[in-house]
């Protein structure tokens, strides 16, 4: 006899939690302030030294920013439900934040190498010490975000 019912083992994906303060401290959720802080540290730290190399600057740059707009559409999205429309949404979060930890990789080294350039510049100096501190710090939370998604 063939049953109508559903098969056992249908897949539910997880839910986000509900409320600002709950996602907020929600372990893969809770990354998302830390990355939009120190991505905008950097950001804005590698704005304001001079720039010796266009290039490196540049990729610096355009990935911080758009890593920042990017990551803050994505919490948007998390904070009002509109990824409830997808069942794909975890698989997106962790390939975005995977590629992006991947990029931002490429940038700090290039950030380090900047700083490392401008070591004659005593002003701008410490000022792309700290920007290269926060580039990797924050490829280090878009990785622990991109693995804490998949695997949650």
């Known amino acids: 006899m063939a049953s109508d019912a ?3 083992t249908s897949y539910a994906p997880p839910a986000v939690p509900s409320g600002v303060a709950a996602v907020f401290l929600t ?3 809770a990354f ?3 990355e939009l802080v120190f991505g905008f540290w950097v950001w804005t ?3 304001a030294t001079h720039v010796a190399e266009p290039l490196l600057h540049g990729w610096v740059l355009y ?3 758009t890593s920042f707009l990017i990551s803050l559409m994505f919490l948007m999205s998390y904070l009002f439900g509109f990824y ?3 069942e794909s949404w975890r698989v997106l979060d962790s390939l975005y934040h995977g590629t992006t ?3 931002y990789m490429s940038a700090a080294v290039l950030q380090a190498y900047a700083t490392i350039i401008s070591e004659k510049e005593q002003n701008h100096y410490y000022i792309n010490v700290a920007a290269s501190f926060f580039a ?8 622990l975000h991109a693995f804490s998604i998949y695997y949650h």
């Open 27 to 29: 372990i893969p959720f």
């Open 6 to 8: 559903p098969p056992a």
């Open 101 to 103: 930890g991947i990029l």
């Open 136 to 143: 990797f710090l924050t490829t280090l939370l878009y990785i």
């Open 63 to 65: 990935v911080s920013l």
């Open 45 to 47: 730290l590698v704005a």
């Open 32 to 34: 998302f302030l830390p």
């Open 84 to 86: 409830k429309r997808f």
